[in-house]
T-cell receptor
Framework: EDKVVQSPLSLVVHEGDTVTLNCSYEVTNFRSLLWYKQEKKAPTFLFMLTSSGIEKKSGRLSSILDKKELFSILNITATQTGDSAIYLCAVGGGVGGGSNYKLTFGKGTLLTVNP | KAGVTQTPRYLIKTRGQQVTLSCSPISGHRSVSWYQQTPGQGLQFLFEYFSETQRNKGNFPGRFSGRQFSNSRSEMNVSTLELGDSALYLC????????????FGPGTRLTVL
């Protein structure tokens, strides 16, 4: 069975801190890894990673994938209270690919940034 | 460009009833996936529809069903509701079937009493 594990489950930091969120996976026919941010509404897309070792960056957020060790990290530097959210990791894959492809989500990391 | 829309946003039902949720994808997106999100289990895949056909299904009982219309709008139905069906139901759309980047709607919060 496909599995995605995120750690830590929750994290409380102060504004200005740097945080690292972890995502490890065991997915058949891996195709991609995605990060989403979820506040009190729909998850919003952050990054999609398909190749090992290539960092994706967007402002203070960055992410990298290690396909050999089957994990990814999401870094947030100089955190702000607006970064408080659940961060979801999802891995795309599936037996046989094609129509069996689906996204498997981790349970998320709840990040709280205090002023 | 309008995002994914879901209706209704909130719903309260009692055990044994049935419910139908609706999802309109982003214009031009032809694939719609449905997920159930609960505090204990996180986001779990229900099924995906493309061109009015179910293309993939998660590990949920047959009480959970769906369909897609020719305009790509999708509905999800849950029959014989149980307390454990209380959850946030999210739909996500993408351009093609099984495409990696999915864009989510705001969800329907279902409470079963």
């Amino acid at each position: 069975e496909d599995k995605v594990v995120q750690s830590p489950l929750s994290l409380v930091v102060h504004e200005g801190d740097t945080v690292t969120l972890n995502c490890s996976y065991e997915v058949t026919n891996f195709r991609s890894l995605l990060w989403y941010k979820q506040e009190k509404k729909a998850p919003t897309f952050l990054f999609m990673l398909t190749s090992s070792g290539i960092e994706k960056k967007s402002g203070r957020l960055s992410s990298i994938l290690d396909k050999k060790e089957l994990f990814s990290i999401l870094n947030i530097t100089a955190t702000q209270t607006g970064d408080s959210a659940i961060y979801l990791c999802a891995v795309g894959g599936g037996v046989g690919g094609g129509s069996n492809y689906k996204l498997t989500f981790g349970k998320g990391t709840l990040l709280t940034v205090n002023p | 460009k309008a995002g994914v829309t879901q209706t209704p946003r909130y719903l309260i039902k009692t055990r044994g009833q049935q419910v139908t949720l609706s999802c309109s994808p982003i214009s031009g997106h032809r694939s719609v996936s449905w997920y159930q999100q609960t505090p204990g289990q996180g986001l779990q895949f229900l099924f995906e529809y493309f061109s009015e056909t179910q293309r993939n299904k998660g590990n949920f009982p047959g009480r959970f069903s769906g369909r897609q219309f020719s305009n790509s709008r999708s509905e999800m139905n849950v029959s014989t509701l149980e307390l454990g069906d209380s959850a946030l139901y999210l739909c996500a759309s993408s351009r093609q079937v099984s495409t990696d980047t999915q864009y989510f709607g705001p969800g329907t919060r279902l409470t079963v009493l």
